[in-house]
């Protein structure tokens, strides 16, 4: 089942465990300058909207109906990365493990592989687990390295989508979510004495105004970023295919998301320039127990926005100007009950 709470996507499998149940939040954030440096990780600036598709069902495209799910607003060239939270199980001390296939124009944003069903490992994985992968920035180009998750006009040529297939067919996520097996989680997980602690990148912030002047969106690779996608230690047979959940997340420009839903869009994030000279901080995630996917090369061969606007004589990126990001915080995985994490220097 799949439910809309606070805009947040909720999968939750009751038949399966009474905390398997996930929550996806779509993040607003910097967009990184795309200039072919490596930089650490933005923050989190608040939540995007979410709304049903069928109580707009008058006013959206006829495909959206076709493929239900909710849609989200985004301007032109705002990025955005997706934060994953599967339920604490209190008697277990673990969050209910769960598989999660990422795709933006039915391109697998971790394989570079059109959608398909199932789970895969050969040629490369295509998908990443939870917990273990807090969150996704953009699509897995090389080992320990994404590229940005951007929005751009579906039409334009930018979209990894189009950059694929050829084709504007698409656009939005596609996303979804596969609880473990019960009885795997009972026997891997043993009932243990409650204990919990997390770690968080910065929520919310805001500046001013702005407007898009495209409609239907796609998300198109943009600047390089430091970050692992890790290797599933579990066996494929662990993953509860039959109770796998499928929701189609649409994007709409600020412009369609007034006309459609009558509510202002939120107000466009700061320029990484901005938020750099304030001194606010930048992240560096690690988990030195886990493997880091090697990245697609189908992935990896990618035009990003700026290098393909250069060849289309385009400027398809207002402020994108290198930035040195001087406070960074790490975050570590892995850390014991009580344990402080020490300080680190990071990026300097």
């Known amino acids: 089942m799949i439910e809309l709470k606070a805009d947040k996507l909720v999968f939750s499998c009751p038949d399966v465990h009474a905390s398997a149940a996930l929550s996806i939040s779509f993040q607003r954030t ?66 209910y493990p769960f598989a999660i296939k990422i795709a933006t124009g039915k391109i697998n944003a971790v394989s570079g592989k059109e959608w398909k ?54 656009g939005g996520l596609q996303i979804m979510a596969i609880p473990m ?16 602690f997390s770690i968080g990148r910065m929520p919310h912030f805001s500046m001013s105004d702005s407007c898009a002047e495209y409609g239907e969106m796609g998300l198109a690779p943009g600047g390089r970023m430091k970050q692992d996608i890790y290797e599933d230690e579990f066996d494929l047979a662990d993953w509860d295919l039959e109770q796998a959940s499928r929701c189609f997340v649409h994007i ?17 994030p700061p320029t990484a320039k901005e938020y750099t000279a304030a001194g606010l901080p930048w992240f560096m995630w690690y988990d030195d127990k886990r493997a880091g996917l090697k990245g697609s090369k189908v992935l990896g061969s990618l035009k990003s926005i700026a290098t393909l606007g250069r060849h289309k004589k385009d400027v398809p990126l207002p402020e994108n100007t290198t930035v040195k990001p001087q406070n960074v915080i790490p975050l570590r995985q892995g850390l014991n009950k009580n344990q402080v994490r020490e300080f680190e220097e990071v990026g300097q």
Request: proline share 10%; aromatic share 10%; net charge negative.
């Open 30 to 95: 910097l967009r990184i300058p795309d200039d072919e440096n490596d930089y650490p990780l933005p923050p989190g600036l608040g939540e995007f909207p979410l709304r049903h598709i069928d109580d707009h069902a008058d006013r959206v495209p006829a495909s959206w109906i076709e493929h239900g799910g909710v849609m989200l607003p985004m301007y032109q060239s705002e990025a955005m990365w997706l934060y994953f939270d599967s339920k604490y199980d209190v008697e277990r001390h673990v969050d």
């Open 181 to 196: 097996k019960r009885e795997v989680y009972e026997k891997r997980f043993p009932k243990r004495e409650p204990a919990r």
């Open 252 to 268: 709409a420009n600020s412009m369609v998301w007034h006309q459609i839903t009558g509510t202002k869009p939120p107000t466009t």
């Open 117 to 170: 069903q199932g789970l895969h490992r050969k040629p490369t994985q295509d998908y990443v687990v939870v917990p273990g992968q807090p969150w996704l920035d953009g699509y897995c180009v090389e080992k320990g390295i994404i590229r940005q998750f951007v929005a751009m006009p579906l039409g334009a040529g930018y979209t990894a989508e189009e950059q694929i297939t050829g084709k504007a067919e698409h």
